[in-house]
């Protein structure tokens, strides 16, 4: 897979499986796993995508190591500030 390379050094697959309106949970993991197996190594998601536990399952079933995989989220924005992120 080809990748490209950021400022900070850090490397992302030009290519990437997305997860929208995918909103079967088991059908979400699933999708992630095959997606993985096929060669995928940037998976997405976001919060509102209402899946993001189904491709957490998804990425930790593979049997790929998540140190291997670049993984991408989006957050709603009532949710993006550094105070409402450290009250976690």
């Given at each position: 897979?080809?990748?490209?390379?950021?400022?900070?050094?850090?490397?992302?697959?030009?290519?990437?499986?997305?997860?929208?309106?995918?909103?079967?949970p088991?059908?979400?993991?699933?999708?992630?796993?095959?997606?993985?197996?096929?060669g995928?190594?940037?998976?997405?998601?976001?919060?509102?995508?209402?899946?993001?536990?189904?491709?957490?399952?998804?990425?930790?079933?593979?049997?790929?190591?998540?140190?291997?995989?670049?993984?991408?989220?989006?957050?709603?924005?009532?949710?993006?500030?550094?105070?409402?992120?450290?009250?976690?």
């Amino acid at each position: 897979m080809k990748t490209v390379k950021l400022s900070n050094g850090i490397e992302v697959p030009i290519l990437g499986f997305g997860t929208f309106q995918i909103t079967d949970p088991k059908e979400a993991e699933k999708s992630v796993i095959e997606a993985i197996k096929a060669g995928y190594r940037h998976i997405d998601t976001a919060q509102s995508y209402m899946n993001e536990e189904a491709v957490g399952q998804g990425i930790t079933n593979s049997g790929v190591a998540r140190d291997d995989l670049f993984v991408t989220t989006k957050v709603w924005v009532d949710k993006v500030s550094y105070d409402v992120f450290m009250a976690r």
